[in-house]
């Protein structure tokens, strides 16, 4: 079964600080990777996506994410991290009906 | 236009009872997907409608789940009759095209928090 893996359940930053979420999904011809974010009590927002064009991708609010075939990898960064990042993000990869999803990273931004 | 919304935010209920969530898509969107995270756990595929035509209830957990999409506007997941492990929070999501493989955007509502005492 295709799958995403998040290496970690919970980084901590401090703001003004790179951010980087690993990612990395099991093998496949040709994958559909997303990251989303939740905020709390919201819902799960895109932040980017990729479709076999670009492998570095920009999302919005500064986040890009680069893929990496030989790695297997969709790692998302920031360059500087602001207090309002602070929230869960979600690595998945879309099949042909659903999205396959991460656990999860929750990403904790210290002033 | 309005995102996908979802009713209620929280529900909390006894061991034995019934609860039913709603999920309102984008209009216009064909495609309407249910998705359970249970605590700790990655966000789980429940079920898939077309319309409304279920096109894949492979995650459905059993029998206690019921999904509707009578005139394939909204939808409801009827739980009945609740179980602890049912505790999570259930995503409802939605899109115009179906193919996420190819990168089409699932929209996702602010989901239900289910609490099973």
């Known amino acids: 079964a295709q799958s995403v893996t998040q290496l970690d359940s919970h980084v901590s930053v401090s703001e003004g600080t790179p951010v980087l979420l690993r990612c990395n999904y099991s093998?496949?011809?040709?994958?559909?990777l997303f990251w989303y974010v939740q905020h709390p009590n919201k819902g799960l927002q895109l932040l980017l996506k990729?479709?076999?064009?670009?492998?570095l991708v920009k999302g919005i609010n500064g986040f890009e994410a680069e893929f990496k075939k030989s790695e297997t990898s969709f790692h998302l960064t920031k360059p500087s991290a602001h207090m309002s990042d602070a929230a869960e993000y979600f690595c998945?990869?879309?099949?042909?009906?659903?999205?396959?999803f991460g656990t999860g990273t929750k990403l904790q931004v210290i002033p | 236009e309005a995102g996908v919304t979802q009713f209620p935010s929280h529900s909390v209920i006894e061991k034995g009872q019934t609860v039913t969530l709603r999920c309102d898509p984008i209009?216009?969107?064909?495609?309407l997907y249910w998705y359970r995270r249970v605590m700790g756990k990655e966000i789980k595929f429940l079920l898939h409608?077309?319309?409304?035509?279920?096109?894949?209830e492979s995650g459905m957990p059993n029998n206690r789940f019921l999904a509707e999409r009578t005139g394939g506007t909204y939808s409801t997941l009827k739980v009945q009759p609740a179980e602890l492990e049912d505790s999570g929070v259930y995503f409802c999501?939605?899109?115009?095209?179906?193919?996420?493989?190819?990168?089409?955007?699932?929209?996702f509502g602010p989901g239900t928090r289910l609490t099973v005492l």
């Open positions: 990729y479709t076999s064009a670009a492998t």
């Open positions: 998945a990869r879309g099949g042909y009906q659903k999205v396959t």
């Open positions: 093998s496949s011809y040709s994958p559909s």
């Open positions: 999501a939605s899109s115009q095209d179906r193919g996420v493989a190819k990168g089409n955007e699932q929209f």
């Open positions: 409608f077309v319309k409304e035509s279920k096109q894949d």
């Open positions: 209009s216009g969107h064909d495609n």
